[in-house]
């Protein structure tokens, strides 16, 4: 019996991950079959791994569907899945694919935070003005003083900065990585958690919104003088305020029109919803283009734009797509860059413990006492503590920056990124003992039972 066709095809079948898909003699580089047949693959793991573990995460630990996929996101990243089957995880997720990953995941992750944007109640901002800018402040001058405590030990230890880098950058930067607040993360736990439309989700997801930025700002200093030059650290600070102040003054005048054109027609008809998209990817690409991120465009663009019709619109045809398809990338995207094994000494971990707690300490505990300072009743203020203490995936963006710009080394990313699960993860539950219990309890809250069917996927609650 000739078995030679059948020994074809099983060749055929084994090289249709590799290279120019079906093996070709010739093959040097990937085609655009290959980055196709990847991507669907691919796509079709991401979303199996993360409705897995998301329903697990809610199920068995009670966590939020976004604390399943970040976890997903490291599954099937090389601490995990690479481990176990290094050759299966290299072939599904070969480095020359990884850049399409990156368009969808900034793709997803951005337009998730416009329509976060459009869920924001000023109202309830400017009635917590106070306590917003007190926590606003807190979170970002205690992550930087304690960075400036601890840095100057950290600077001795090999491996963890990069060799010659001066005192002054390595504090920013370990300031910035303090100092940031899980914004996209936050805003899916807000919701998820039913506290959409209330003071404390706006007043939370305000002052870490501000307190991000910062941090991106300080990276874009620590940029500039790690051989960028100063022109980035500048770009960024005056491009980012400016487009915030022309959105705020400006933009929503404009925006206006569109809104009144929705109400007309009684829905956002297809060359609206052009026109909105538009909109949202100029506003992600500027606020990327001058060196900030698309998400803080993004969300911008949401929150100036008219309430009523036209974002219940947004949300209704924008939304489903966003937290199923595109969301669950941006988390994986990130998990393929985490290496947790080169945490595998005693003095290492004690390092990472360290930076652990100076981290809750410095964001959960100053943010808690700036806003009982601002007159917040001491569960109110624990609960915003709890929230503005998860770092999440921002966390791994700002270290993927460092360590690709050599600012730092593989082990302080592993660290970095052990901080930013335990942070994130701790969150929820921390966040149900000091205040949604309470709350549920009184009716301030619904039932975490009740809202589920609607959250899991991260609904966002209409406007008020």
Known sequence: MNWEPTNELLRAIGGAMGANGPAVEAAQSYTPTDYSIHFFLQIAVILLVCRVVGWAARKFFGQPQVVGEMIAG??????????????????????????????????????????????????????????????SAAGIVAPFLFAAAITPFLVDIPGLFTAGLGQGPATLFMGACIALTAFPMLARIINERGLANTSLGTLSLTAGAFDDAVSWCVLAIVLA????????????????????????????????????????????????????????????????????????????????????????????KIEPMTVVFLLPMFFTYSGLNTQLMTVNSLPILAVALGILFVSIAAKFGACWLAARLAGEDNRTAMGIGALMNARG??????????????????????????????????????????????????????????????????????AG
């Open 74 to 135: 490291v599954v099937l990243g090389p601490s995990l899945f690479g481990l176990l089957f290094p050759e299966f995880q290299a072939a599904l997720f070969p480095k020359e694919t990884r850049n399409i990953l990156y368009v969808g995941a900034q793709f997803g992750v951005g337009l998730y935070m416009f329509l976060v944007g459009t869920t924001l109640r000023l109202d309830h901002f400017r009635s917590k003005a106070k306590s917003a800018v007190g926590v």
């Open 225 to 316: 003088t790690f051989g960028g030059g100063p022109g980035i650290a500048l770009l960024a600070i005056v491009g980012g305020l400016s487009f915030a102040l022309f959105m705020y003054f400006v933009g929503r005048k404009l925006l206006i029109p569109l809104g009144r054109a929705v109400e007309a027609k009684g829905e956002l008809t297809h060359p609206l919803l052009a026109v909105v998209l538009m909109l949202y990817a100029m506003s992600a690409f500027f606020m990327d283009a001058v060196g900030i991120h698309a998400v803080f465009g993004g969300f911008l663009l949401g929150a100036c734009m008219p309430r009523g019709l036209l974002a219940e619109e947004i949300r209704k």
């Open 393 to 462: 995936l921002m966390e791994l963006i700002i270290i993927n920056i460092g360590l690709q710009k050599g600012i730092i080394g593989p082990t302080l990313f592993a660290i970095m990124v052990l901080m930013a699960i335990v942070t994130t993860v701790m969150a929820g539950p921390l966040f149900e003992r000091v205040y949604g219990r309470k709350a549920r309890e009184t009716g301030e809250l619904g039932q975490l039972s009740e809202q589920e069917p609607k959250s899991e996927d991260g609904r966002l609650a209409p």
